[in-house]
């Protein structure tokens, strides 16, 4: 049973100042007051009023229907009126008074197949499946034919219900295939194939997209459908499944949408599928879908984990071209596959790219490609980074310092390196204990004069520990 209200449910700022005056009585007395205390308020609603207060009363039933009899003294018993006491009720699972304003509307001949689709929806909620799809099946004996839409906003309610909804669509879709005034259209397959992703279940999605091909062809019109398929192949993580299917569809003129592109290029980037991401990546431009920075960032990172540097330069050249411009993302993935590939030479030019573009390294890229340099037989292109980051102010600098310094000792450039391990405590940047130990083996190795400038530098390095 409603219950009354002992305040005025907070209602939207849009609410008109009718609707309020009207939802205050009905929230606040009890179905048999209500009638006097509207016809006490002068109020001749509108169409538009009795609209906005039904839409505003689902949680007082019966209020609401005390209401639209006293609205229909002034003669707004419109179907869209009608629709909406027939939903209210059917929500608040008051079925049998939902027939009663059913047959109500058959004898004032303003039922329409929406009435229906409320039922429908409502009795699916419910998880009265039986109840939904007998509804279907009466509509001819209230003068409403059971066209292919209707059935399909049944198929919609039943896989929009509870659990065991779509196995009963599924059924349904049996009797839609034997009738001849409803048979099953695309939109009628898209909802089952909707419905079955949301179970994950990929073995009947397998059927039920087999026997729509056969049904009802192949259209660019169907992509919801597409994607509803192949998102359920991926949910059940058979992607090489999804893969094959997107190359049927491929051939035959079909795709899905961006979205599910999108979805299905993390995937192969997580299973670090190279092949299958060109494969995947060739058919989504080849329909004219552009993708974003974020499946283009993805798809060089995927080619760069699997050392295809060359594919990922061929990614970041197309980029601008469809309206993807590369950021700091695009850059550093690729330039941490060179350094991790040693291309030297490549490494070098693609630093002078980055900068140019305003999209430096990360300082771990930084630190990483010092190092390569070093290793790399380019010492001074390692020299010519770390004098970027110091005068570009990059932080933090500490990586990259010492990775500078051991470069340097492993070439035992002692005067760069005291004059660069001098310059970083001035700066502040701290320099490991492991650093100093390798600082130590090659000023000692040389000698007494270098093991006596080592030592001066040893102290100062520990003053700076200190402070």
């Not at 573009?357 to 790399?376: K, L, Q, S, V, Y």
């Not at 007494?448 to 700076?464: E, F, N, V």
């Amino acid at each position: 049973m409603e219950e009354n209200s002992t305040h005025l449910t907070t209602l939207p700022e849009s609410t008109t100042p009718t609707a309020r005056i009207i939802c205050d009585i009905l929230f606040r007395q009890s179905p048999h007051q209500i009638c006097p205390a509207l016809a006490s308020t002068g109020i001749v609603p509108t169409l538009d009023v009795v609209i906005e207060v039904l839409n505003l009363s689902y949680h007082y039933p019966f209020s609401a229907v005390k209401f639209f009899q006293w609205a229909s003294a002034a003669h707004h018993r419109s179907p869209a009126a009608w629709n909406l006491i027939v939903d209210l009720l059917g929500r608040n699972r008051l079925f049998d008074s939902m027939w009663d304003a059913i047959r109500s509307m058959r004898d004032q001949s303003t039922l329409s197949p929406a009435t229906f689709s409320s039922a429908f929806s409502n009795y699916s909620a419910a998880g009265q499946f039986t109840d939904a799809v007998m509804t279907f099946q009466v509509m001819p004996k209230y003068g409403v034919p059971p066209r292919v839409a209707a059935a399909n906003s049944l198929l919609a309610a039943l896989c929009g219900g509870h659990d065991g909804g779509v196995s009963r669509a599924v059924e349904f879709l049996e009797t839609m295939k034997a009738s001849e005034e409803f048979g099953p259209d695309g939109d009628s397959f898209g909802i089952l194939l909707k419905g079955l992703e949301k179970e994950g279940n990929s073995a009947k999605a397998k059927t039920v997209f087999g026997e729509m091909v056969v049904r009802v062809g192949w259209s660019k019109a169907y992509t919801s459908a597409y994607d509803a398929f192949l998102s359920t192949l991926l949910r059940a993580e058979e992607v090489e499944e999804a893969v094959k299917f997107l190359g049927v569809m491929n051939r035959n003129g079909c795709s899905p949408s961006l979205s599910f592109f999108s979805k299905l290029v993390d995937t192969l980037v997580k299973k670090r599928s190279a092949k299958n991401g060109v494969l995947v990546w060739d058919i989504m431009v080849g329909n004219g879908l552009m993708p974003n920075l974020a499946m283009y960032n993805a798809m060089i990172g995927l080619m760069c984990d699997c050392n295809e540097v060359d594919r990922a330069f061929g990614l970041l050249d197309e980029m601008v071209f469809n309206g993807a411009f590369p950021d700091s993302v695009s850059y550093n993935v690729i330039f941490k596959c060179l350094i991790k590939n040693n291309r030297v030479r490549e490494a070098g030019k693609f630093f002078v790219e980055m900068v140019k573009n305003e999209c430096p390294p990360t300082h771990f890229n930084f630190a990483a490609a010092i190092t390569m340099f070093f290793d790399g037989d380019d010492p001074e292109m390692g020299v010519e980074i770390w004098n970027f980051m110091v005068e570009n102010r990059v932080e933090p600098l500490d990586v990259a310092a010492n990775a500078l310094l051991l470069g340097l000792c492993k070439l035992d450039r002692l005067s760069e390196l005291k004059r660069s391990a001098d310059d970083m405590l001035d700066r502040r940047i701290s320099i490991y204990e492991s650093t100093m130990a390798s600082l130590k083996t090659v000023y000692y190795k040389d000698g007494r004069g270098a093991k006596h400038k080592y030592d001066g530098l040893a102290r100062r390095w520990k003053t700076s520990l200190a402070r």
